[in-house]
């Protein structure tokens, strides 16, 4: 690649990242000013489901649609941003950008600070679904359509009976080309609402280097720095799969990452000195293979080809990712709905050791049985007892005996929740033996939630857009952000098990053991979808493990939380020695609704991990020192 005079003079752009989720605390974006010199401040503070939040909040009058968190850190860090002229770019203006930004146009005038404020709009089609919803009787494509890939199960795409008062919000996933046109016209700070997660960073690399939209590379490897810190401290400590072999005080206030965008889209992952946690090769990449599309990461702006990432440390706390490939942007984006799912609420109950799983087979029976009598049983959408944990042998306490069935259940109406409730306080003093629980019993209440349906949006159709407001907190300038002048349809995901597997007794003799004694790795939600990156740390124990972790193997250590209408894909990144896998359809509809305790898959590539294996004698293995 060939750098223009003006990347070769520029040095990289420092962005410090202030917010991984909507519970990050204000100190944070005041901390990362403080601490050291950066460019750049950057926030994410929206999961998937948190603008249905707002739009319910706004609905009842108890929010104003932008994330709270957000503005209480822009309160305690203007006076920072002010000073050292650092610019901001954060995604917590929710359904409202317009309202944060005139609070903070409001701030900067009662301190005379010399900032310019802007907001980004475009993301929300709420309107145009509904009418849609409406007047078509239908919802946008499913965002499985763009995947290509045979077996993918869409039975759970939407209800049947879904009108247009039923949906709550409807926000397309924005790319960086609005944030750079706000900060070429001169602004300081700019609020958006339903950005990519990584865009913020995307756009202050693009800006801060002037790139052009066809700069492929380069955007693509801004693209994956973003995707690194956008999760806050995931990427330096926390979350991290490999903790247990460190002192425990190294992970209590763990300092929140910094990156920096060199001109040619290779990045340095690092943190301030003197802060808490770790940036190495092992927490980067972690973070790399968290949530995770497989070889190709989507963005509006550019499409990130992974098969060749490298991450390398180059010093102590500083970690380079390069190898990145870019390609044209998809013609799509991805659309997230959500309307009112139903009612949901769970029950959980106690056993102490002894025949614990006749004993919830008995809890189980007794309800069911009930329900069956009173005609109830069809009024849920969901029912299930899920019995958690399993006691342990010859236990030194109670607690290591005690276990726990979680009765997780979702219906259209409040009233079969309430009915069941009833039944199980009817029902309550013909218990099992030892039967216990809480005395905390707001579960059992039925409360709303909502459902989430990923659809896809030409990227021709958004009127994405970037607003300047003036003193008075009125728009003065207005600029459209115009649209991607180039387009790549996208193609069958690949999947595939390893090319030239080498026999397994090839490596000599073996020992039972769990997989996480000799690999590291994470997993998270991606829609309905569960994703999950595991990785081994030398070249011949990678040519072991791409062997041993087929999509066969792969699928066995699910165990029996496999079922059939589930669908996995499997690739591989040997320069980072990780194999990588998305199982399609394991959440239902997404966070928001599913019914697993694991909503999030945070806990998937731990399970996968704990499974007993055989592992050659020759590699290097540690424990957990449980």
């Known amino acids: 690649m060939t750098l223009t005079k003006h990347e070769q003079t520029r040095r990289p752009v420092r962005i410090a990242n202030c917010s991984g989720a909507q519970y990050d605390p204000g100190r944070q974006m005041r901390k990362q000013a403080r601490l050291g010199a950066v460019d750049f401040l950057t926030g994410d503070w929206l999961a998937e489901n948190n603008l249905a939040q707002e739009a319910a909040a706004m609905a009842s009058g108890t929010g104003a649609g932008f994330k709270t968190k957000t503005w209480d850190a822009l309160q305690q860090s203007m006076d920072v941003i002010a000073s050292k002229r650092i610019k901001v770019v954060v995604n917590g203006g929710g359904l409202n950008p317009r309202a944060l930004a005139w609070r903070c146009q409001e701030l900067i005038n009662t301190h005379k600070y010399d900032l310019k404020v802007a907001f980004v709009s475009g993301d929300d089609r709420l309107g145009h679904v509904s009418a849609a919803l409406k007047d078509q009787g239908s919802l946008?494509?499913?965002?499985?359509?763009?995947?290509?890939?045979?077996?993918?199960d869409k039975t759970k795409e939407a209800r049947s009976d879904l009108t247009d008062s039923d949906i709550l919000a409807a926000n397309a996933y924005l790319g960086a080309r609005a944030i750079v046109k706000a900060l070429e016209?001169?602004?300081?700070?700019?609020?958006?609402?339903?950005?990519?997660?990584?865009?913020p960073v995307v756009a202050a690399a693009w800006w801060w280097h002037g790139w052009a939209d066809q700069d492929y590379d380069r955007l693509a490897g801004a693209l994956i720095a973003g995707h690194l810190v956008e999760c806050s401290a995931y990427v330096t400590g926390s979350n991290f799969s490999g903790f247990h072999r460190f002192d425990l005080d190294t992970f209590v206030d763990v300092g929140f990452p910094i990156v920096e965008v060199a001109g040619d889209g290779t990045c340095i992952i690092t943190k301030h000195e003197g802060t808490n946690g770790m940036v190495t090769e092992d927490t980067v990449r972690c973070q790399l293979l968290y949530e995770i599309q497989g070889s190709s990461y989507l963005n509006s702006d550019v499409k990130a080809i992974l098969d060749d990432v490298e991450v390398h440390e180059v010093d102590k706390d500083r970690v380079r990712v390069s190898g990145v490939i870019g390609r044209p942007p998809p013609p799509t984006t991805k659309l997230a709905i959500f309307y009112a799912g139903g009612f949901e609420a769970q029950i959980l109950v106690n056993a102490a050791g002894y025949a614990t799983a006749k004993k919830f087979a008995l809890f189980e029976k007794q309800i069911r049985t009930v329900l069956s009598k009173a005609s109830l049983l069809e009024s849920f959408t969901e029912l299930?007892?899920?019995?958690?944990?399993?006691?342990?042998?010859?236990?030194?306490?109670?607690?290591?005996?005690?276990?726990?069935?979680?009765?997780?259940?979702?219906?259209?109406?409040?009233?079969?929740?309430?009915?069941?409730?009833?039944?199980?306080?009817?029902?309550?003093?013909?218990?099992?033996?030892?039967?216990?629980?809480?005395?905390?019993?707001?579960?059992?209440?039925?409360?709303?939630?909502?459902?989430?349906?990923?659809?896809?949006?030409?990227?021709?159709?958004?009127?994405e857009a970037a607003h300047l407001l003036d003193q008075n907190g009125n728009v003065s300038n207005s600029f459209?952000?115009?649209?991607?002048?180039?387009?790549?349809?996208?193609?069958?995901?690949?999947?595939?098990?390893?090319?030239?597997?080498?026999?397994?007794?090839?490596?000599?003799?073996?020992?039972?053991?769990?997989?996480?004694?000799?690999?590291?790795?994470?997993?998270?939600?991606?829609?309905?979808?569960?994703?999950?990156?595991?990785?081994?740390?030398?070249?011949?124990?990678?040519?072991?493990?791409?062997?041993?972790?087929?999509?066969?193997?792969?699928?066995?250590?699910?165990?029996?939380?496999?079922?059939?209408d589930y669908h996995v894909e499997r690739v591989e990144f040997p320069k980072i020695y990780a194999v990588h896998f998305v199982i399609y359809g394991i959440l239902g509809r997404g966070v928001s609704s599913s019914k697993l305790l694991d909503n999030r898959g945070k806990g998937f590539a731990d399970y996968i991990r704990d499974k007993h294996v055989y592992i050659p004698d020759r590699f290097p293995t540690w424990s957990d020192d449980n």
Request: hydrophobic letters at 35%; one cysteine or more; a negative charge.
């Open 480 to 564: 459209a952000s115009g649209h991607p002048s180039k387009y790549e349809a996208l193609e069958k995901r690949p999947s595939y098990d390893s090319v030239n597997p080498l026999p397994l007794d090839s490596f000599g003799p073996t020992t039972a053991m769990r997989l996480g004694n000799l690999i590291l790795g994470r997993s998270g939600d991606k829609g309905p979808n569960i994703n999950c990156g595991l990785f081994v740390h030398h070249a011949d124990t990678w040519d072991w493990f791409r062997s041993f972790m087929t999509l066969e193997t792969f699928t066995s250590l699910i165990g029996a939380d496999w079922k059939d």
């Open 140 to 152: 946008p494509r499913h965002f499985h359509d763009d995947v290509k890939n045979a077996g993918l």
């Open 185 to 199: 016209k001169g602004a300081d700070i700019t609020i958006c609402g339903r950005v990519a997660d990584a865009s």
């Open 384 to 463: 299930e007892f899920q019995v958690i944990g399993v006691p342990q042998p010859n236990p030194a306490s109670q607690l290591q005996s005690t276990t726990y069935c979680r009765i997780y259940m979702q219906s259209m109406s409040r009233e079969p929740i309430i009915a069941l409730s009833k039944i199980f306080d009817d029902e309550i003093m013909q218990h099992y033996s030892g039967w216990h629980m809480s005395a905390d019993l707001r579960t059992m209440a039925p409360k709303s939630f909502y459902a989430y349906y990923p659809a896809i949006l030409p990227q021709d159709d958004l009127d």
